[in-house]
């Protein structure tokens, strides 16, 4: 009950926690149904030090990137999964613009991931934000497969990755 209430409430670094100390490993210290152990399989496939996955990036126009044609040349790339209708998620664009501002000439990107389902608030968004990264969504709203992918259960999400899309960090 517990990996399921903090896989979606928070905070991370506790289910982390409880992932780490019970559940992870060929013996975990609690048993676990088939349920639960997909869930925490989806859980570590995210976790910091975890390959992240070459999620496909739909465009504005429908065009499907992958991301590690989407980051090439970085360094290190800022997953920012975002809805254009958070508050929340509009209080951190000027930052994540800033952060991507000083930090680019250095090979520092950012990728927003909007988890949005209508076409015109995601256009709209982007223009009234300024925003200065590339930004993508497949109009699908939470059923959106790089938020799955991801294991994303709330917006605004950032994960930090590599050149390689080894997970970085979760801020």
Not at 138 to 159: D, L, R
Request: some cysteine.
């Amino acid at each position: 009950h517990l990996v399921d209430l903090f896989s979606v409430y928070g905070p991370q670094s506790t289910l982390q926690h409880l992932v780490d100390t019970y559940l992870a490993g060929d013996r975990p210290a609690i048993p676990m149904s088939p349920r639960l152990r997909a869930k925490v399989e989806g859980l570590l496939s995210v976790s910091i030090g975890a390959q992240g996955t070459d999620i496909g990036l739909a465009d504005t126009l429908g065009h499907v990137r992958p991301l590690s044609e989407v980051s090439k040349g970085q360094r290190f790339t800022l997953l920012f999964f975002y809805s254009s209708t958070c508050d929340h998620c509009h209080d951190q664009m000027p930052g994540v613009n800033a952060l991507l501002a000083q930090y680019r000439k250095r090979g520092f990107g950012v990728v927003g991931i909007a988890l949005d389902d209508d076409r015109a608030s995601f256009r709209s968004n982007i223009l009234e934000r300024s925003l200065s990264f590339p930004c993508f969504s497949e109009f699908n709203g939470w059923g959106s497969t790089a938020a799955k992918a991801y294991e994303v259960k709330a917006t605004p999400t950032m994960i930090l990755l590599d050149e390689k899309r080894t997970i970085l960090a979760k801020p």
